[in-house]
């Protein structure tokens, strides 16, 4: 017996092709039980649809795109609408959800913009993400009282609804739930909400009516922008309950204070304030949200009292004009972006509750040049302290257990010193930096430090080099036995080495930049173990004469290895057959091929001629043979 109804039928076409120009009604079969997803996807004939009480599971986009598709019969035998079901079937007008439906799931009626009428009956308790976004016809919707969830975005772009009644379930109205419903007036929030999320009623424009129960204790940003509601409050600071929600028009006397009482700055509340100079903040302030003075370029100095346990990403990002800032005691974590760009701030005291400085956070601040760590800091986040310019020196405490991707890049230290805390050492993490050593403490089990260089230990007996600080004096250096892996930039900005040595060991030589900047660098012998020449290995190395490239017969040489390599005149290869050697088309980028010679084995002229890669040489001479 049949029971289901699949994508493809017997002939291999799917069943949207079979009936695209026949079918205009539809009564599926009494025996089947379940559609499977994208069955009736795209049918552009389809008109009327007809599930009998047998179908107990409709799959995921089993009608989506059924343009034509007017009217539905949906059986009490389903509890769900899956995601997408009926999504872009842009002639439904109306729709009955059968009593035994408990969720409407993410999707499910996306973009059916004629549809009118939407019955619900009191069993549904979940409306999915986004499940009648973009329905532009719907001019109202009774919720039932049963729902508990209502997804974001759920009635975005709804531009007819006029009314919407809230089920006093609910707990949360989700980001951007009725963003754009431009034509809705009035909205009665139930009293449980503790949640409107962002964007929540942004684009609203006649919403003039809000009613906001005492339970919300969180509202996200431009959770009311652009409503009639926030068009009639006065100029300065609005607040709901004890929320600062957001700041109107701009102010005049430069200072804000803020009164007791308040407990969140909300997201985004000063989000462009730009004549913002200082604000007082009582200490009746427990959290400030995300981008709460995001490009407040005016802000200058800000004084966090105790008790604020939460400042939010990008609180202050982008506030050029910010000199100095208090940060209380009770702060666990500096949250990613949180001073990003702030280009003013000079001296930044960490209290020694902070356990984690999160990614990008004091990115940019380029006039930062003292930094006081406490000794409860343990990860040090991306970027936490990339191009802060002014930034000469750190000292790391022992409580630090790792340094992520690009930390401190582009910073000035010329010295650090890893505590025997740290485990994890990211990617880039001091590359761009003017360091003349790096020195490792003695009981840290994973890295070490030999002359000033940094080194990582490899199950036991190898190591890899991490980095080899650029301002080291010498002009040769000569790789261990030992050791078989470079890291990223190992070598990037040694302008002073003039030839490294690579050991035959050598299997890897860092993802990019390995040797990029060594502007000294005349020689250069790789091992034939190498598989990979990285991108950028020798970019700028524009006093590079001379390369050897391994004796082996499959590696690859990628993106601007050689870019910018303006001495380059001889480049050497002892691979008889060089087809499994793969060349990027700008590994030979920006400097003149044809003043280079290419020396090869003898017999191997014809195959480098119509290699893609190193055809692009003029000039291929045999290789004499001492």
Same mark, same amino acid.
């Given at each position: ?5 699949f ?6 076409? $799917? ?23 994208f069955?009736? $996807? ?13 179908? #107990? ?19 009490? $035998?389903?509890?769900?609408?899956? *995601? ?60 039932p009282?049963?729902?508990?969830r ?18 006093f ?10 963003e ?6 009035s ?8 949640l ?14 809000? #009613?906001?129960?005492k339970?919300v ?6 959770? !009311? ?6 068009? #009639? ?7 709901v ?19 007791r ?8 509340? !000063? ?5 913002l100079?200082?604000? &007082? ?21 800000? &004084? ?6 939460? &400042? ?21 974590? &500096? ?24 990614d990008f ?11 006081? !760590?406490?000794?409860?800091?343990? #990860? ?12 000469? *020196?750190i ?37 761009s930096?003017?360091?003349t050593?790096?020195?490792?403490d ?15 230990r490899i ?47 050598i ?7 390995t ?21 950028n290995? !020798? ?18 040489i ?8 303006? *001495? ?15 060349? $990027? ?42």
């Amino acid at each position: 017996m049949i029971n289901s109804i699949f994508k493809r039928t017997e002939g291999g076409k $799917s069943l949207a092709e079979v009936l695209d120009k026949s079918v205009e009604r539809l009564s599926i079969p009494k025996e089947i039980e379940k559609i499977c997803s994208f069955s009736f $996807s795209g049918c552009k004939s389809l008109k009327i649809l007809v599930i009998p009480d047998s179908v #107990t599971d409709i799959e995921n986009y089993a009608f989506d795109g059924c343009t034509l598709l007017e009217k539905i019969v949906l059986p009490d $035998s389903l509890t769900k609408i899956s *995601s997408f079901t009926f999504s872009e079937c842009t002639s439904l007008k109306s729709v009955e959800i059968p009593d035994s439906v408990i969720e409407i799931e993410d999707y499910a009626f996306q973009g059916c913009e004629s549809l009118e009428n939407v019955i619900m009956h009191n069993n549904i308790a979940r409306i999915g993400v986004s499940a009648f976004e973009g329905c532009k016809s719907l001019k109202s919707v009774n919720l039932p009282y049963r729902i508990s969830r209502i997804g974001g975005c759920a009635f975005a772009g709804c531009t007819s609804l006029e009314s919407i009644r809230l089920p006093f379930f609910i707990q949360e109205i989700e980001d951007m739930t009725f963003e754009g419903c431009s034509s809705l007036e009035s909205v009665a929030i139930p009293n449980g909400v503790t949640l409107i999320g962002r964007s929540a009623f942004e684009g609203c424009i006649s919403l003039e009516r809000i #009613t906001i129960p005492k339970s919300v204790r969180k509202i996200g940003g431009k959770a !009311f922008h652009e409503t009639k509601w926030l068009d #009639t409050q006065p100029d300065g600071p609005i607040y709901v309950n004890h929320i600062l929600y957001s700041v109107k028009g701009a102010i005049k006397t430069g200072t804000i204070e803020i009164p007791r009482g308040t407990w969140i700055i909300a997201e985004s509340a !000063f989000d462009g304030c730009n004549t913002l100079e200082s604000i &007082i903040i009582p200490n009746t302030v427990l959290e400030i949200e995300n981008s709460a003075f995001y490009e407040c370029v005016s802000l200058k100095n800000v &004084i966090i009292p105790d008790g604020v346990t939460t &400042i939010g990403e990008y609180a202050f990002c982008g506030c050029s004009s910010l000199e100095s800032i208090v940060i209380p005691n009770t702060i666990r974590t &500096i949250e990613s972006s949180l001073f990003e760009g702030c280009i003013s701030l000079k001296i930044i005291d960490i209290p020694n509750s902070v356990a984690k400085i999160g990614d990008f956070a004091f990115k940019e601040c380029k006039s930062l040049h003292c930094v006081d !760590f406490p000794n409860s800091v343990k #990860t040090i986040g991306t970027s936490a302290f990339e191009g802060c310019t002014s930034l000469e *020196s750190i000292d790391l405490p022992n409580s630090v257990t790792e340094i992520g991707n690009f930390a401190f890049f582009d910073t000035q230290i010329n010295k650090i010193i890893i505590p025997p805390s740290v485990r994890s050492i990211g990617s880039h993490a001091f590359c761009s930096c003017p360091l003349t050593t790096i020195e490792v403490d003695k009981d840290n089990p994973i890295y070490f430090s030999l002359e000033g260089v940094l080194y990582k230990r490899i199950e036991g007996e190898y190591e890899q080099l991490i980095k080899y600080p650029p301002k080291k004096c010498g002009t040769y250096f000569s790789t261990r036995k030992s050791t078989i892996m470079l890291g990223d930039c190992a070598f990037k900005d040694a302008h002073d080495l003039h030839e490294i040595a690579l050991s035959h060991e050598i299997t890897y030589l860092g993802f990019e930049q390995t040797f990029m900047d060594c502007v000294s660098l005349e020689i250069m012998h790789l091992p034939s173990s190498v598989s990979i020449i990285p991108r950028n290995a !020798f970019s700028n190395c524009e006093s590079l004469e001379t390369v050897f490239l391994p004796d082996s017969n499959k590696y690859s040489i990628e993106n601007n290895v050689f870019s910018n390599c303006s *001495s380059l005149k001889t480049i050497h290869t002892a691979t008889d057959d060089p087809e499994d050697i793969k060349i $990027s088309d700008d590994a030979f980028n920006n400097f003149n091929i044809d003043d280079c010679t290419l020396y090869i084995p003898a017999g191997a002229r014809w195959a480098y001629r119509h290699h893609p890669g190193f055809c692009k040489f003029k000039n291929i001479e045999i290789e004499r043979q001492n």
